[in-house]
């Protein structure tokens, strides 16, 4: 073949045209440069080479010459085969300035006698062809085109509408829309892509190019030849590229990434979304000019950027950077800026390109844990609290700076399982590694106090705890702390020397005022007798004012008992061991009313019992609570009124009065109608032999609160008042419903 005199330009434009019909470029002189598949089709012929062999009966140099005289296609002539086309028309190529350049044959497809003369130019080439006789509504298709679906010869039918049942329902009207668009007077025709229904069931994207290559008189479209394309697996890279840019995308968005280039020669720039949001601007056509750069950079950021840009360029040599952007709201953002440039073969640089990693939540995360594990370097130091951990599977065992220290030992120092157990003295080795094995093999956790020998002397208290981590059912490591707990437990050594001290003195003390309370009894019960007999022998003769002494002598006497026997009971309230038990406080309460049966018929009083909880307590001294409470209702009443009293409870959480720690408790109320007393006194009234009212009007000891309260301590719970005078008073208990501290 000849030397191509055509430009690579006008031969892909002549290209583009083939693809949508019969093409032949030849150049100026007419030798032949390229034939599409459909002009050998069309021709009959096997080889592009044989094309001007099938139509040497025109006279081509005729031809050529002129439509280069001329602006429009010339007819070139028609064969005297009648099985080939009948019409070829020739049009010059021509460049910029209009000078002929090379020539494009294109050929026109007769109205064929017989269908066998349709067939056979189809029947030639590799390209997937197919005639349209619009007219009659058959469609004619090459061996390629059924081959491409699956089909044998035969299997395949000519009717238009066996193509429109092969078409998927989702693309038929595009694809008629485009035959339409493509079959109107003045089209060249179409271009369009649809999916056809292979033999398999499946369906194959096509690409589907066709040319009308006669018009009747009217211009109305009469045939139609055309080339298919299987393009299924150019729309899989397609579908792929999509979902690829999606993640892209995705990933950009979920990391904070941004990505960007450089042309320094051109001085375009290209951002991607990334970029945009973590400049905090509106995403468009074009990034920001590079004049706008310092605007969006702190001073510093844009220097040392600008300068490793420089280096980049002059020198070749990529860049990371720590950089704080400013937003156009005002606020910062911090991100690692990194670049790198692309060279040509000789090592000029062509492009920069890198990425934008906005970092702000990673490094305020930073910042934070470095807040936290500082603080928490500190809380460690200030309790003396270590961590460890135990990898078995590695023999690898960890301590924290901590540990380290309550050792004796510098931080860092290499320390195995067996040194770590060393350190415990001989009778608490083989617990530590028992505690340790079983959280191990059976995922038990741990708490023990032991003893161990620092490296620079001296016994220390520890307290070891650990638990087991667990992966797929199995213990695979062990993490705990390690507390020196010397001082506490030195602390709780001479609480408890104290405490026995303490206890001691009050066994003394309880022991002396027993003695003395009995001692303090026997001459009372003397003067007591002795005034007895003083009355019923020398009564008469006793003049009145010895009479008055004796009566004073002997209820000075009586109350000295009484007081004697309150101060008894209530150091057997402090004293006595306490029993506590399930009870029911409905029933004890019953038990107290029995007792209160004379008191209650000659005042006439009303006792209103609520319903009462069970809780666990000591049960004879809630008895002696309630028949104090209830009593003192019965006692204190106003003399215009009957007494009215109500015991009612609920259960509540409270604070325990130990700990702290919330319980569920039992609030006890009496409420009376009585005298009442002024809230002032709250207080004063539950101390011991505390009296508000004449002893000549109320009778007792003023023991009985007293005695009320120091029962509710000693249950873990408390005990106060309420008053107003001549309405009445509410007294309140509480007592937690799981009993006394233990």
Known sequence: MATMHVPLTLLAAALEQAAAGAVVVLDRDGILLHANAVACAMLGVDDAADVLRAIDACDLQAAIAAAAASEHAVVVGTPANTAVPQRIKLRALRDTHRAVVGNLLQIEFPQPAKASAERAPLAAGSDAVWLWDIANGREIYSREWRQMLGHHDGEVGESSREWRERVHPDDLGAALGAIERGCAPGALGFTCEHRLRHRDGSWRWIRSVGQVVERDSAQRAVRMVGVDRDVSAIRDLELQLDEREALLAMA????????????????????????????????????????????????????????????????????????????????????????????????????????????????????????????????????????????????ELRWTDETYRIHGLDPGTPVDVATAVSFYFEDDRPVIAAAVRRALDLGEAFDLEMRIRAVHGGERWVRAM??????????????????????????????????????????????????????????????????????????????????????????????????????????????????????????????????????????????????????????????????????NAIKYRADERAPQVRVSATVIDLPAVATGIVRPHCRLEVADNGIGFDNRYAERIFAPFERLHDRSRFEGTGMGLAIVRRIAERHGGCARAEGRSGEGAVFTIDLPLDGPPR
């Not at 450089?262 to 590079?290: C, E, H, K, N, T």
């Not at 390109?353 to 995360?365: C, I």
Request: proline letters at 5%; hydrophobic letters at 45%.
């Open 252 to 395: 950009e968005r979920m990391s904070g990434l941004g990505y960007w280039t450089w042309d320094p020669q051109a001085d375009r720039v290209m951002w991607s979304a990334g970029m945009y949001r973590a400049f905090g601007l509106p995403i468009g056509p074009r990034p920001p000019a590079l004049a706008q750069h310092p605007e969006l950079l702190t001073a510093d950021s844009f220097a040392r950027l600008n300068a490793a840009v420089q280096r980049a360029l002059d020198f070749g040599e990529p860049y990371t950077l720590d950089l704080e952007l400013c937003r156009p709201d005002g606020s910062r953002r911090f991100a690692v800026g990194m670049g790198e440039p692309v060279h040509d073969h000789t090592g000029v640089v062509l492009r920069l390109w890198g990425v934008m990693h906005d970092v702000t939540e990673q490094r305020e995360s930073l910042r934070s844990l470095t807040r936290q594990s500082a603080m928490l370097e500190r809380v460690a130091r200030i309790g003396s609290i270590g961590g460890w951990s135990i990898d078995p599977a590695r023999n």
């Open 466 to 631: 650990g638990e087991a981590e667990i992966v797929g059912g199995a213990a695979v490591r062990v993490f705990g702390t390690f507390q020196d707990i010397t001082a506490t437990k030195e602390a709780q050594l001479r609480l408890a020397l104290a405490m026995e001290d303490l206890r001691a003195r009050n066994r003394e003390l309880q022991d002396f005022a027993i003695a003395a309370s009995h001692d303090l009894q026997e001459p009372l019960r003397k003067i007591q007798t002795f005034a007895s007999l003083l009355f019923e022998r020398a009564g008469p003769a006793l003049e009145p004012q010895a009479r008055d002494w004796v009566e004073r002598m002997s209820a000075a006497a009586s109350r000295m008992g009484e007081l004697v026997a309150e101060l008894l009971a209530y150091s057997r309230v402090s004293d006595r061991m306490l029993d506590p038990e399930p009870i029911d406080l409905g029933e004890v309460a019953a038990g107290v009313l029995a007792d209160l049966e004379a008191s209650i018929a000659l005042s006439g009083a009303r006792i209103e019992v609520c319903a009462l909880p069970r809780l666990r307590a000591d049960p004879i001294q809630m008895r002696q609570l309630l028949q104090n409470l209830i009593g």
